[in-house]
């Protein structure tokens, strides 16, 4: 008994991610030694450690809805084409209308988005690979169509603030993904919906012959993706007051996926976990700043990220762990 | 001219269905002559082009088709825009239409440069003359077009670091690289031209360079990091970014990190786009080489030559690589630019 109160308890499970966050972060400030330096500038923290937060913070959001849809088995590969709806629209709207009233047309785009795929998921059988490449290649062309394939820059500081702006010291995309990460874990696991998600993800079937309402928690879950997706989209957009429907989310639905598995959440459904999705984003994002720091030439980005990657899988892995203790009980 | 041809078949067809032969004479005698009514009344003979244009992949290729469109209005003829969305096979099938109507010549952009030769062909066998806007081809497709109407991407760095230089004098500066896309060879070209431009002056120095993919959220980030790693940005001198985009992204990165863009730090970019002589305007960015998105006129002017006296242009035709500062009243080029479809 006593002992059990001194011990140090890590938590077991994060442990590989958060030790690959400070194994990133150490490389970092190894390449460059004002990694982890912070002043204040114009009354916010400013330093290359909340570079990796606030660039995290777009990816962290799509991972947020994310980690649900990839518990039930799902995936949604469309949240990168909603990101560059939500921000056409915000863009188009900002100079013309109030704040809310961008914000509730943005958000409900992504809203719609989402609900749309959990529409052809829950209620037509779909496979959500397919049913959301749909919206993804769709989306994408809707984007375009809103900007007419320009990039419509605005000049509304209340919008541009969601972006570029900053709240306590902190940028305010920080502090939106900390509120999101907050709302979601409670509305997720202050109730049984996340258990819910869960047994959805394990057994659809035996799910809903148990009496969980299967078919509208897949459609909510979507719909919750869809508005995580358009606010991350906003805040996009708001950073470099404009938004780019050619490239705004490109590829990042793969960086989001990347995130939700580096957190430790399978494919396979059954469990998720939010904060180390949040974690996984940061992880990528940490790694991204750290190759912009470094130096190297832009040839090696990709293959320094893919060797980061593979190395936290790596760490993950039940095979490999399992392979490690017989290694050590061979020992005499 | 060409309104008779494209009746005949219809005749002949009807022929067939033994229908009475001497209407369709009378009506290919009227459209000859309202033909040759319309001619008249233009002064000259109308030339029609097809142009097979990419697809909107970018504000520049936006300006590109609105530009050309006036140039066309301009001259006088009579011109047929088709958009490909990004797909080779769309182009190929637009040329065969375009083939198929008979124009007087053929402008593409190709999105690729490789798999012409065929369509190509067919083209230069129904003596349609091609004209490659923006884009050159593989060069086994050398002798089935007339000439290529294109920016030189070297000389745009080129001039841009030639600018660098001049500003600079003989202080000495750390110049920062925001490159486009790694593997475009726009983006190998612009960094090797900007070297060309810069070589022989020691005091100038490329101490970082890194990919912000030609666009305003990666030349942001990527910008945010370089001043970092320099431990707040006061040793750099001047920014070159590959395009606009990524300058104005990094334009907001200098503000927000303390930084006066355009007078504590310079800044030298290519394209040319409306947003760039906004941020020029205000005192943020110092220089920009234009790609002029008017490609389709020089290609107006050797069709026109061609097919009236039979000269042959170069096959080479090279844009000019304007460089805009300042100076340049970059509001008026700004309210010039903006409605272009950037």
């Not at chain 2, 999105?111 to 369509?119: E, F, K, L, P, Y």
């Not at chain 2, 983006?187 to 490329?206: D, S, V, W, Y």
């Not at chain 2, 970082?208 to 001043?227: L, N, P, Y």
């Not at chain 2, 096959?315 to 460089?323: D, E, P």
Request: aromatic share 6%; net charge positive.
């Amino acid at each position: 008994m006593p002992r059990k109160a001194v011990s140090f308890v890590l938590p077991r499970l994060g442990m590989p991610q958060i030790v690959a966050l400070i194994i990133i972060f150490a490389i970092n400030s190894f390449l460059s030694p004002h990694f982890l330096e912070l002043r204040v500038q114009d009354g916010r923290l400013f330093g290359s450690l909340v570079d990796v937060f606030n660039r995290g913070a777009p990816v962290a959001l799509l991972a947020l809805g994310m980690a649900p849809i990839i518990a039930m088995r799902g995936i949604d590969l469309s949240v990168g084409a909603v990101m560059a709806i939500a921000g056409a629209i915000a863009a188009s709207l900002a100079d013309s209308h109030a704040l809310g009233f961008v914000l509730v047309c943005a958000l409900g785009a992504g809203l719609m988005c989402g609900l749309w795929n959990g529409v052809l998921v829950a209620l037509l059988g779909m496979q959500p690979i397919v049913a959301t490449l749909i919206l993804m290649v769709a989306g994408r062309g809707v984007a375009q169509l809103i900007t007419e394939g320009r990039i419509v820059t605005f000049a509304n500081t209340d919008l541009a603030w969601l972006g570029s702006g900053s709240l306590l010291g902190l940028p305010t995309p920080i502090v939106l993904t900390l509120a999101m990460l907050v709302l979601t874990l409670l509305v997720v696991r202050g109730s049984a919906l996340g258990l819910l998600i869960e047994a959805t993800g394990g057994n659809s079937r035996a799910s809903a012959l148990a009496g969980v309402g299967t078919r509208v928690i897949t459609i909510a879950v979507y719909a919750w993706c869809g508005l995580c997706a358009a606010l991350a989209g906003i805040v996009a957009a708001a950073d470099i007051m404009g938004a780019d429907a050619n490239n705004a989310g490109l590829w990042l639905e793969l960086d989001a996926i990347l995130a939700v598995v580096i957190g430790g959440t399978s494919l396979l459904g059954g469990r998720f976990s939010l904060v180390l999705a949040v974690l996984g984003a940061l992880i990528i994002q940490a790694m991204n700043t750290g190759i912009l720091l470094s130096g190297f030439p832009p040839e090696m980005n990709l293959i320094v990220k893919a060797i980061v990657v593979l190395a936290v899988l790596l760490a993950q892995s039940p095979r490999l762990a399992g392979l490690g203790l017989l290694l050590r009980r061979r020992r005499p | 001219m060409v309104q008779p041809q494209q009746a005949l078949p219809e005749a002949r067809s009807d022929l067939r269905n033994g229908e009475t032969p001497m209407n369709f004479k009378a009506l290919n005698a009227a459209v000859v002559i309202c033909g040759a009514l319309v001619c008249s009344g233009a002064g000259a003979k109308e030339l029609t082009i097809g142009f097979s244009q990419i697809g909107s992949e970018s504000g520049w290729r936006a300006a590109e088709t609105t530009v050309s469109k006036a140039e066309a209005k301009k001259r006088n003829i009579n011109f047929k825009i088709a958009d490909a969305q990004q797909k080779q096979e769309n182009q190929i099938r637009a040329i065969r239409s375009f083939i198929a109507q008979g124009v007087d010549a053929i402008f593409l952009a190709p999105v690729v440069a490789t798999g012409w030769n065929a369509v190509l062909r067919e083209a230069k066998e129904a003596k349609i003359p091609v004209v490659l806007l923006d884009r050159d081809i593989d060069p086994s497709g050398k002798d089935l077009y007339l000439t290529a109407v294109t920016s030189d991407s070297v000389h745009e760095g080129k001039v841009a670091g030639e600018w660098l230089v001049k500003a600079v004098g003989s202080k000495s500066c750390n110049v920062v690289e925001l490159q486009g896309t790694v593997g475009a060879s726009v983006a190998a070209n612009r960094k090797k031209g900007f070297e060309q431009g810069i070589a022989g002056h020691a005091n100038l120095k490329i101490v970082r360079s890194q990919t912000g993919d030609f666009t305003r959220a990666k030349g942001k980030e990527v910008m945010e990091s370089f001043i970092k790693a320099d431990g707040g940005g006061k040793s750099i001198c001047a920014v070159y970014a590959h395009n606009d985009d990524m300058m104005v992204g990094a334009i907001q990165a200098m503000k927000e990190a303390g930084l006066k863009p355009g007078s504590d730090v310079l800044t030298v970019s290519i394209d040319a786009v409306p947003d760039i002589f906004k941020a020029m305007a205000a005192g943020e960015a110092n220089a920009t080489v234009e790609l002029t998105p008017d490609m389709a006129g020089p290609a107006f002017d050797a069709i026109i030559a061609y097919k009236a006296k039979g000269t042959t242009p170069p096959k080479w035709i090279q844009t000019a690589s304007k460089l805009y500062t300042g100076a340049d009243n970059p509001q008026a080029v700004y309210e010039s630019k903006k409605d272009l479809g950037y």
